[in-house]
């Protein structure tokens, strides 16, 4: 099987498993015409922001609900995250959520909600894309995986750069699409300061991503440090920035530690 029926394959299997589950899109008007709205032949709905206040409402509650103090502004949704790009988003009927996100709606039953969404900003940077913000509400293993793989094959991405704690559980979930290489520390800072780290993956090889998202991609690790080492970790990060080539390899935390391949 091809790599591109392989993913086709995959998305197909994990929409069955969540019928209901339809996968749309958020954003500017003006950018329907630069995405594909068929990624791995999966239909995407694309929902001007300026006629779908509603929605981009409901994502504003969700996001900051999900991330509480560091949740998104509206301005920010605007002006940084609707206007230059676009949200991939799974809606699904409000009782498909966890129970905790459908109090916060306040919506009944049979009403659309969004049951996981990504957002990844453009860059100056052809083909690269910054990830911003990953949340599920969907019960059930691979959600969150497959939000941020659509929506970044819809957004035609080569590449990603992203920003992570190493303690955080959703550093399995960016390992799901394959290796993540060790970039550095974060431009100007951050709120959780030492234990955070900028990584990059490379989604242009669809071998290798049909083969991470169905966890057939085994590389071993040469190093394997605690999530609480933090000047352990800080050293890691002091060698990528000089230069060496480090991956957190899938499922990238196991135990609580990192697994990082070196070379």
């Known amino acids: 099987m091809s790599d591109a029926r392989s993913l086709t394959r995959q998305a197909e299997d994990f929409f069955s498993r969540h019928p209901g589950v339809s996968l749309m899109a958020l954003g500017s008007g003006e950018h329907v015409e630069s995405l594909d709205l068929a990624p791995f032949g999966m239909p995407v709905r694309y929902l001007p922001a300026e006629r779908n206040l509603e929605l981009a409402a409901q994502y ?33 009927p409000a009782r498909m959520l966890e129970p905790r996100a459908r109090e916060r709606l306040g919506l009944a039953d049979e009403d659309l909600a969004i049951g996981a969404a990504y957002y990844a900003a453009p860059s100056l940077t052809p083909g690269l894309f910054i990830g911003v913000s990953l949340m599920s509400f969907l019960p059930g293993g691979g959600v969150g995986a497959w939000v941020k793989l659509l929506t970044l094959r819809m957004l035609r991405a080569k590449r990603l750069r992203g920003v992570a704690q190493w303690d955080n559980p959703s550093v399995r979930v960016h390992a799901r699409l394959g290796p993540l290489r060790l970039v550095g520390r974060v431009p100007g800072g951050h709120e959780y300061g030492e234990r955070t780290f900028v990584y990059e993956t490379d989604v242009s090889d669809d071998a290798r991503v049909a083969a991470a ?39 990238g935390v196991e135990a609580g530690h990192v697994l990082v391949r070196e070379g």
Not at 60 to 81: C, E, H, K, M, T
């Open 60 to 92: 504003l509650v969700l996001n900051q609900f999900a991330f509480g103090g560091i949740g998104v502004p509206r301005w920010v949704l605007s002006d940084l995250y609707l206007l230059p790009g676009a949200i991939g988003l799974l809606r699904c």
């Open 213 to 251: 998202m169905e966890r057939r991609l085994t590389l071993e690790p040469t190093l394997r440090v605690a999530v609480t080492d933090l000047p352990a970790l800080g050293g890691l990060l002091d060698r990528a920035d000089a230069g060496e080539v480090l991956h957190l390899v899938p499922p």
